[in-house]
């Protein structure tokens, strides 16, 4: 008996120390979210690309090691580089790679740490590990990003590092006030490392770009506020401003840099002529959305609704009345709430900036034919402020209501949350990141067919011979993919200069072409036109092998 009741003291603390709370909340993210792949795949073996973006981000990232133009300046000049970069050591695994799991590496992992990060965030500001594993748990289940933290984009590593500047921030001012024993290093670390994590989400999304300005409004809000002499104040300031804009600026530069130098213009993501500005002014809603606030906040209103549901928006919203309640009551005015608040807002930043993009004609959330919403996946950066506001009436409800209205409200909380995961399955057209008609495959005949063409080069060839493809830069990729065909036997337009010499007379240099049937005037990027097969001189070098209504398979005679 002695023995057994040491044993289950013994297991008691290991199960609430923090390291294993959170080892427990990163193993069992990952898990989940690659039964979440599995699962998926083997319904549909394309399902983790179904987002055009996501074979895009994969194949540029491959194409740094394996492509006939190899290097850093496959990376372009209008993406964000970080999760190309992330993408890199896993998608050279072949597997991981034509399969899309390489994505569910890279953002489940992502994903994961969010969910640590949120536990950590909560656990300190309500002294609670319930209220971090609450956090953690709401955050990981919603359908939404579930999907976005098991494929090849950008919102999950945004939302890492985004959420690891929250937490430094965080950190830095509960040592800055005193409420942690510390030394002065240890804030400057603390500033540092949470402009440094900036500074890579400002290299992921272009939603980071506000978080400089953030920061170093915060830094001075606090120091502003907090008692010390001016004398103490004005070096305090000197340090830790410089420190803040130098470590958070850092993405930014290096970002106008590249541009400067690849393309000689250091604006280059702004009047680039595939820009998000660029696309968004042929796109329907651009013009009726431009400086509309209310109209912007009524779309961010009803896609939240469709991607997170009433409930869950009613608990959040009676979960920031109840953090305000905390800041008013006199006894918490003063202490950690306070900078709880600037916490919260901090939350809302992507959001905001999304909204500022829409209203600024760069950026648009619109509904689509299918009742889905084009770019709806945007709204997961909401998610952990509603998770925030959701555990903030949680706290409230047990610290102030009878064990009978906690019980209540906590059942309440869990149907609703749960209500999210019934009414929106991890299927097209149910969950909203999945219910996008212009991003997804399945809905576009176009990537269906250029699926089908990789499919057919696959069989007329295993690859080490060159071939071009004069195809729409999407199309490339996606027939790239699907063949499992070396990316360096391909020669499209990222290819360079390999590309310039190779268009005007590629019989020279492709033993195969694949020629798309159909010319978009107003697509200029792959020669497709001069081309076109009627051309006598192109066809005297090449034979027909193989043709469907969208696409020409071309063999060089002799070959």
């Known amino acids: 008996m002695t023995l057994a009741r040491n044993f289950r003291s013994d297991l008691s603390k290991i199960l609430t120390k923090n390291w294993f709370l959170e080892l427990l909340i990163v193993t069992s993210t990952v898990g989940l979210y690659f039964m979440a792949a599995y699962i998926l795949l083997m319904h549909d073996h394309r399902a983790l690309v179904y987002y055009g973006d996501s074979v895009s981000h994969m194949v540029i990232a491959r194409r740094i090691i394996d ?16 999760t190309h970069l992330l993408l890199l050591p896993v998608v050279m695994n072949e597997f991981l790679f034509h399969s899309g799991l390489a994505g569910t590496v890279v953002s489940s992992i992502s994903t994961a740490i969010v969910a640590t990060v949120l536990y950590r965030i909560l656990k300190v500001q309500f002294d609670s590990q319930t209220a971090g594993l609450l956090a953690s748990i709401l955050y990981i289940l919603n359908p939404s990003v579930i999907y976005m933290g098991i494929i090849p984009m950008m919102e999950a590593p945004f939302m890492m590092f985004f959420m690891i500047f929250v937490y430094y921030i965080q950190s830095w001012y509960y040592m800055y ?3 942690n024993n510390t030394t002065i290093k240890n804030q400057y670390l603390a500033i540092i490392k949470g402009g440094l994590a900036i500074s890579a989400a400002c290299l992921t999304r272009y939603e980071g770009w506000l978080l400089p300005l953030v920061f170093v409004s915060i830094l001075l809000i606090v120091i502003a506020i907090t008692r010390a002499s001016s004398k103490v104040r004005r070096s305090r300031s000197r340090i830790v401003i410089p420190l803040a804009l130098a470590s958070s600026l850092t993405g930014i530069v290096c970002w106008i840099v590249w541009n400067y130098v690849s393309f000689n213009d250091p604006l280059y993501f702004i009047t680039g002529p595939i820009s998000a500005a660029a696309q968004a002014s042929s796109r329907p809603f651009s013009e009726y959305l431009r400086f509309h606030f209310i109209f912007a906040l009524s779309v961010i209103w009803n896609v939240a609704k469709n991607m ?15 953090y305000i309640y905390f800041l008013l009551n006199k006894q918490t005015r003063n202490k950690k709430y306070l900078f709880g608040f600037l916490t919260a807002l901090i939350l809302l930043v992507p959001i905001l900036t999304d909204i500022a993009a829409i209203m600024g004609g760069s950026a648009e959330i619109y509904p689509t034919s299918n009742a889905g919403w084009y770019n709806g996946r945007y709204l997961i950066f909401l998610s952990p402020m509603l998770v925030f506001c959701s555990v903030s009436l949680f706290m409230f409800v047990t610290a102030r209501m009878k064990i009978s209205l906690v019980i209540v409200t906590t059942g309440i909380m869990v149907i609703s949350f749960s209500l999210t995961i019934v009414y929106q399955p991890l299927q097209l057209g149910k969950t909203t990141a999945m219910n996008d008609r212009f991003a997804l495959l399945p809905f576009t005949n176009k990537s269906q067919a250029a699926f089908e063409i990789g499919q057919t080069l696959s069989r007329m060839t295993t690859g080490g011979k060159p071939i071009l493809l004069f195809t729409p830069s999407q199309e490339s990729q996606e027939i790239m993919l699907e063949s499992g065909i070396q990316l360096k036997d391909f020669i499209d337009p990222p290819n360079g200069h390999f590309w310039n010499a190779s268009k005007d007379r590629p019989w020279l240099h492709g033993v195969y072409v ?5 010319h978009n005037s107003n697509n200029d990027i792959s020669a497709i036109g001069y081309w076109l097969p009627n051309n006598q001189t192109f066809m005297r070098h090449y034979h027909l092998s193989y043709e469907d209504s969208n696409y020409k398979i071309l063999s060089r005679v002799g070959s």
């Open 67 to 82: 492509s006939v133009n190899f290097g850093l300046t496959q990376l372009g000049g209008v993406w964000l580089p970080m």
């Open 177 to 179: 006030s005193g409420k």
């Open 308 to 322: 997170y549901g009433i409930p869950v928006l009613a608990i959040s919203i009676l979960g920031f009345g109840s």
């Open 514 to 518: 694949v020629l798309k049937k159909h």
